[in-house]
């Protein structure tokens, strides 16, 4: 069995956090704290902050070189949250669906490339897993699938998600 790159994996799973937090922030800089789902966002906001700080001091202990593209996804990110709550809550909670989707795809991919050969961060990410599969599952109880063009918004942010992760596992 070949190694798994854990540099890799860490890197493109720091990328991941630092857009979840900026998506909320462009979301919750639209909505403020009177929307419908302001609460819930800023607990989700809250969940992904902790997340980054925890593969922000993977990327120090290891060594590993972060994404390059930082900046990119600072603005995307932001400009993302930003866009779909200004279509209104329940977009914002469609943008959540795809996003949290397409993580726990590629968070189950990572674990089963990871097998036992690196229990820490192999935690790590199944604990964030489970974190992403509730705020998917909070983001469809709160209407996310009412969203007019739904299929159409939750299928371009998922490949939007997957471009982004495959740009950052290596840029």
């Given at each position: 069995?070949?190694?798994?790159?854990?540099?890799?994996?860490?890197?493109?799973?720091?990328?991941?956090?630092?857009?979840?937090?900026?998506?909320?922030?462009g979301?919750?800089?639209?909505?403020?704290?009177?929307?419908?789902?302001?609460?819930?966002i800023?607990?989700?906001?809250?969940?992904?902050?902790?997340?980054r700080?925890?593969?922000?001091?993977?990327?120090?202990?290891?060594?590993?070189?972060?994404?390059?593209?930082?900046?990119?996804?600072?603005?995307?990110?932001?400009?993302?949250?930003?866009?779909?709550?200004?279509?209104?809550?329940?977009?914002a909670?469609?943008?959540?669906?795809?996003?949290?989707?397409?993580?726990?795809?590629?968070?189950?991919?990572q674990?089963?490339?990871?097998?036992?050969?690196?229990?820490?961060?192999?935690?790590?990410?199944?604990?964030?897993?489970d974190d992403?599969?509730?705020?998917?599952?909070?983001?469809?109880?709160?209407?996310?699938?009412?969203?007019?063009a739904?299929?159409?918004?939750?299928?371009?942010?998922?490949?939007?998600?997957r471009?982004?992760?495959?740009?950052s596992?290596?840029?």
């Amino acid at each position: 069995m070949t190694r798994p790159d854990t540099a890799r994996m860490i890197r493109v799973d720091q990328a991941g956090e630092f857009g979840a937090t900026r998506i909320y922030a462009g979301q919750l800089a639209v909505m403020g704290d009177r929307g419908p789902d302001s609460a819930e966002i800023v607990e989700m906001a809250r969940q992904e902050a902790d997340h980054r700080a925890k593969f922000d001091a993977m990327i120090v202990a290891r060594g590993v070189r972060p994404t390059a593209l930082q900046p990119v996804w600072n603005v995307a990110g932001f400009a993302l949250g930003a866009a779909t709550a200004l279509l209104g809550p329940k977009a914002a909670m469609a943008c959540t669906a795809a996003i949290e989707t397409e993580i726990d795809r590629h968070y189950t991919e990572q674990l089963e490339e990871l097998g036992d050969t690196d229990p820490e961060l192999a935690a790590t990410i199944r604990e964030f897993r489970d974190d992403e599969r509730a705020h998917r599952d909070a983001a469809l109880a709160a209407g996310a699938e009412h969203t007019p063009a739904y299929p159409l918004l939750f299928n371009a942010i998922r490949l939007g998600c997957r471009a982004a992760i495959k740009l950052s596992e290596r840029i």
